[in-house]
């Protein structure tokens, strides 16, 4: 079937700690994005990208990094610099770019002990 | 600024009770589309329906309606006779003019529906 998978589901990481999530998609979509949910925030930009081996900050980069290196995968890696990593994290690709329609993995939730 | 806003956090109701879920949403744009996706328990958020700014004919799918309304800048979800299977937290979201995917999202609304 076609879709999104993201892993691992459940992460726990030490403070200092680099950690990587991966989001790998059979939809043959071009862009990618990843958003980062937090209770009674809705859901956040983090990067996205168009294109493979392009990418773009989104609204809350910071203390994150991507790479595209290949069609199907965007992987992000949340670093020792973002402040407040612990959250649910939600890759998605965009289906149709006329109209935005976008289509979700079913989530990463990482928490720092 | 661009905006969505669902005041209504939590909502409680009884199984078979109609519910209402607001959104509001603010844009310079006059182009731009509005959705509404379902957050069940598993995490992923799945597609419920998409309007663009042009078309504000309501719309009804089975027990789901959306009331699209450009005078008051509401794009309403309502829920007839709700089930248990309807529990799920509900995002409205703006995808301004020419944006890809770039969407705005409200803050949710969690509908908890009891047996």
């Known amino acids: 079937d076609g879709g999104i998978t993201q892993s691992p589901k459940y992460l726990f990481r030490k403070e200092g700690q680099n950690v990587t999530l991966s989001c790998e998609q059979n939809l043959n979509h071009d862009a990618m994005y990843w958003y980062r949910q937090d209770p009674g925030q809705g859901l956040r930009l983090i990067y996205y990208?168009?294109?493979?081996?392009?990418?773009q900050k989104g609204d809350i980069a910071e203390g994150y990094s991507v790479s595209r290196e290949k069609k199907e995968s965007f992987p992000l890696t949340v670093t020792s610099a973002q402040k407040n990593p612990t959250a649910f994290y939600l890759c998605?690709?965009?289906?149709?770019?006329?109209?935005?329609?976008?289509?979700f993995g079913e989530g990463s939730r990482l928490t720092v002990l | 600024a661009q905006k969505v806003t669902q005041a209504q956090t939590e909502i409680s109701v009884v199984e078979k009770e109609d519910v209402t879920l607001d959104c509001v949403y603010e844009?310079?744009?006059?182009?731009?589309?509005l959705f509404w996706y379902k957050q069940p328990p598993s995490g992923e958020l799945v597609f419920l329906i998409r309007r663009n700014s042009f078309d504000e004919q309501n719309e009804i799918s089975g027990r789901y309606s959306w009331n699209f309304q450009k005078s008051t800048s509401s794009f309403n979800f309502t829920i007839t006779a709700s089930q248990v299977v309807d529990s799920a937290v509900y995002f409205c979201?703006?995808?301004?003019?020419?944006?890809?995917?770039?969407?705005?999202f409200g803050q949710g609304t969690e509908l908890s529906v009891k047996p």
């Open positions: 979201a703006l995808r301004p003019y020419n944006q890809g995917g770039k969407l705005i």
């Open positions: 990208s168009q294109i493979v081996n392009d990418f």
């Open positions: 844009t310079r744009d006059t182009t731009y589309y």
């Open positions: 998605a690709s965009l289906g149709d770019r006329n109209t935005g329609e976008l289509f």
